[in-house]
């Protein structure tokens, strides 16, 4: 039996004029993220890439959720002992390294969440498309879960997009919407839906070089001034957290600086992140957060679309402001509207510094409805 008919999670399909499209579409889950076993039957397809070469390869999404959400957190909170955690860096490191080898162009395809381990495949491929919507995210949020992109965010991102900005990204776990990916350079282009599978097409079999930081962010990556660039980003991230609360973000520092991005260069690193209780509370956190989510998607539920607020001071307008942003029907209750017309204002502000479009924010705006008692 072909080995690619019994595989669970992913299917490759190849088009007449050679372009291979690989669909990721994880078995018994609403969302795509990186396993064990995911992994281990994307190295069969490579295997099987490599004994047939195609002209090209699309990878994407098969959910609705979005492209991948990044590793299965499960699979960190079970980390026991320093080897496992090593061998877990060690598995997607060596992956994507892997596919960033191959002698075909690659593309990343990019639909809604691209984040974490998601997004370091996405690096590993030689070109990134994004679809051109709201909810489109890229980032590397593993600080904010008090570990590192280990996987080859840390070598990769800085290459592409420049040192200041991978920085950024990596040291907050702020992400970029589909304009700002594109403005930074970390994808290629942001695509309209309709024209991302001949926008795909075209671009992997192109020939076009890969994109690589140009000017200073460039420089800011190599010797001497990548030291004065890391040391710059330490002083920034000590003002932030002068108790040395949160070790990842100095750990991601030390990695990019010293060890060129490669976390498997310093296994010391390694322990005393997995280790540590930031990384075990913050994991539990998230993992709570998630329990919580997936009980309001319980079926019979129905889903929550008008959420009605009392009371327009800062805390009740800012809840306002946010379900707003989130796509709900909002009516804000106050007893005047001189009381409900900062939160409006301050909503405005939100929207427009989170949304970017301005389409997408005066529809926002649209649904915070004010509601003078």
């Known amino acids: 039996m072909n080995t690619l008919e019994t595989l669970s999670h992913w299917r490759l399909e190849r088009d007449a004029d050679g372009l291979a499209w690989l669909t990721f579409d994880r078995a018994a889950s609403a969302v795509n993220a990186l396993s064990a076993d995911t992994m281990a039957e994307l190295a069969t397809v490579l295997d099987a890439l490599d004994a047939q070469p195609p002209k090209g390869l699309v990878i994407r999404s098969g959910k609705p959720t979005g492209f991948i959400v990044g590793a299965d957190v499960n699979e960190f909170a079970e980390l026991n002992t320093p080897e496992q955690g090593r061998a877990l860096v060690a598995r997607g490191w060596n992956l994507f390294n892997r596919l960033a080898a191959v002698r075909y ?9 691209c984040l974490g381990g998601g997004l370091e495949l996405a690096l590993a491929c030689r070109y990134r498309l994004v679809e051109d919507a709201p909810d489109a995210s890229l980032a590397l949020p593993e600080v ?11 070598l990769r991102l800085p290459a592409v997009v ?19 990916a594109a403005a930074l350079g970390l994808v290629d282009a942001r695509v309209p839906t309709r024209l991302l599978q001949a926008a795909a097409r075209g671009l992997v079999l192109s020939g076009k070089p890969p994109r690589r930081a140009r ?12 030291a004065v660039t890391a040391n710059r980003a330490r002083k920034q991230v000590a003002a932030k957290d002068p108790l040395g609360h949160y070790p990842a973000a100095p750990a991601i520092i030390d990695i990019w600086e010293k060890h060129g991005g490669n976390a498997l260069l310093a296994p010391a690193l390694i322990d005393a992140i997995i280790a540590s209780d930031t990384a075990r509370n913050l994991l539990r956190v998230f993992r709570l957060q998630e329990r919580l989510k997936a009980n309001g998607r319980q079926p019979g539920i129905a889903p929550v679309r008008h959420v009605h607020v009392v009371g327009a001071g ?17 009516t804000l209750q106050d007893q005047d509207m001189a009381r409900i017309a ?15 479009d301005r389409r997408a924010a005066r529809a926002a705006v649209d649904r915070l409805v004010p509601d003078p008692a």
């Open 342 to 356: 900062p939160a409006i204002k301050r909503a405005a502000d939100l929207f427009s510094r989170r949304l970017k």
């Open 162 to 180: 420049g040192a200041p900005a991978a920085l950024d990204m990596m040291l907050t776990g702020r992400g970029a919407d589909a304009r700002r």
């Open 105 to 113: 162009p690659t593309l990343a395809l990019i639909q809604g969440h």
């Open 314 to 330: 800062v805390m009740g307008g800012d809840i306002a402001a946010w379900c707003a942003l989130k796509g709900l029907t909002v």
């Open 215 to 226: 000017g200073l962010g460039a420089w800011l990556n190599r010797w001497p001034l990548k």
């Open 144 to 154: 904010m879960l008090g570990i590192f992109p280990g996987w080859g965010g840390m």
